[in-house]
């Protein structure tokens, strides 16, 4: 091998049963957040939740490789603006209407407007909102209730002489207490 050349390791993630290889981003920026605070094994277990140990060490082998391999990208003039540059180029030189729709759908699709959904338009409302406008839907479907109120009086019983007598008593007292 020369010593210019480098040995790098493909980016494959293929489902295997034990899943060590499958591709675990979100565990793996939760590891370069977690990096930020200790560089522990066992607490890097903890904070992610991995199961062992390996699984960190293995994670940080993934991303080491995926940066190996951007790396490696760039070194050969593989970068956005090299992709979109050339997607534009097949756009402004093809006579093809369906090689300019093409390219134009990748780059719409790659900002994420590629298609409307209306539930993204209903996102921007809050979610009281929401829970209000779906309760005035099941409002109109449920039938008034039923039951009859009942009116009734309610009599309050007289207070004897003597509880009354040393109710007044105990203010007098208390109002003594605070002079």
């Known amino acids: ?20 290889h499958r591709n675990n981003l979100f565990q793996q920026n939760l590891l370069l ?28 082998d993934k991303i080491a490789i995926r940066k190996e391999y951007h790396e490696a990208l760039v070194r050969h003039g593989l ?35 590629d298609t409307y959904k209306e539930n993204e338009a209903q996102s921007k409302q809050s979610w009281e909102e929401l829970i209000k406008e779906q309760m005035a839907k099941e409002q109109t479907q449920i039938e008034a209730p039923t039951t009859k109120f009942i009116k009734y009086e309610v ?7 003597d509880v009354r ?15």
């Open 155 to 161: 009599n309050t019983p007289e207070i004897p002489e």
């Open 1 to 20: 091998m020369n010593e210019n050349e480098t040995n790098l390791k493909p980016v494959i993630f293929v489902k295997g049963e034990y899943g060590y």
């Open 79 to 113: 970068d956005f603006d090299y992709i979109l540059e050339k997607i534009k180029g097949v756009c402004d030189t093809t006579e093809s209407d369906n090689a300019k729709l093409k390219g134009l759908q990748i780059i719409m699709k790659s900002l994420g407007v």
């Open 33 to 60: 957040r977690a990096l930020q605070v200790t560089a522990n094994p066992e607490e890097l277990r903890k904070m992610v939740g991995f199961k062992n140990v390996a699984e960190v060490y293995r994670t940080l």
């Open 165 to 179: 007598k040393k109710k007044e008593e105990e203010q007098e007292t208390g109002k003594s207490l605070y002079e």
